[in-house]
């Protein structure tokens, strides 16, 4: 089976969690690093964050980098509190992990995520889920690896439904709309999995139950920590009956883009203050050919759901 590059950039919170062990757990696919990103928590934790689940799910070989600490606009970020709430403040939700035995490499992501483009070109996917700003960073310092870049996922925005820290902005895009902007009106091939995707595609303690069931480390941690999102799901978003995988079905889409239906668009993204940080089509370039973004409007939940538990469970069970 082909296996492609992959790079993850993360926030890592709990369902960017899920997204690394789907992307480990995934055959296709060579997981060569992981950009740590600011949003769910600190750049800083969120490296943190991700080198602990790497270790707990016996992928120690996957290198982190450290990206930017705050928005390409601003000198400083600062955890939105809705985000504490929804991930906890250790992002983990507040399940302890060990300190990881590594730490992030001295490389900085920006460089990383150059080199790596200018090495497997049109073999690397970048998978974003977090705020667009060390791929606009690294677009700005190296115009080509929009060329070069095979395809970038991301999770992140709403085109057919409302935003969810504002009526219009999915939490990502909100995070620095400016980089967004820039990455969405560049020559990059983007797929975007947004809100009307990832709303729909659930997990609930039925799921979380049968990884405690394992018996194993991995299935016990990623239980507990599941089932801290789904009890604050009740809290924010009683009407879904789960929690939402957004940032693994990011990774689903990126490997199997039949999972979703799809309209190819060219957009943009509002930085005005009224508008800040929507997703859009983009008036002037409404009739260009070949348009630069597919947005996921429907998905196959079903068929995603089984892949995503079939993918864990097995990893689980080994760990």
Known sequence: ?????????????IDDAMAIAYAVAALDVDLIGIIASYGNVLTPLSAQNSLKILELLGHSDVPVYLGESHSSTT??????????QIHGKNGIGEVPLPTPKREPETESAVDFLIQSAHSYGKDLTVVPTGPLTNLAKALKLAPQIQDEIGNVTLMGGALTVPGNVSPVAEANINQDPHAADQVFESHLNITMVGLDVTLRTLLTK??????RSLKTEAGKKFADIVDYYIDVYKITSPHLHGCALHDPLAVGVALDPSLVSTL??????????????????????LTDKNPNVTVALTVD???????FMD?????????
Not at 75 to 84: E, G, L, Q, R
Not at 311 to 319: G, H, I
């Open 264 to 285: 190819d668009l060219n957009m943009f993204v509002d930085t005005t203050k009224e508008m800040w940080g929507r997703t859009i089509g983009d008036p002037a370039r």
């Open 311 to 319: 993918y864990l469970t097995k990893l689980f069970a080994e760990n």
């Open 206 to 211: 039925n799921e979380t139950a049968q990884w």
């Open 75 to 84: 000198t400083h970020f600062d955890v939105m509190p809705i985000s504490a």
């Open 1 to 13: 089976m082909a296996t492609r590059k992959m790079i993850l950039d993360l926030d890592t919170g």
């Open 301 to 307: 939940q079903d068929k995603y759901l089984a892949r």
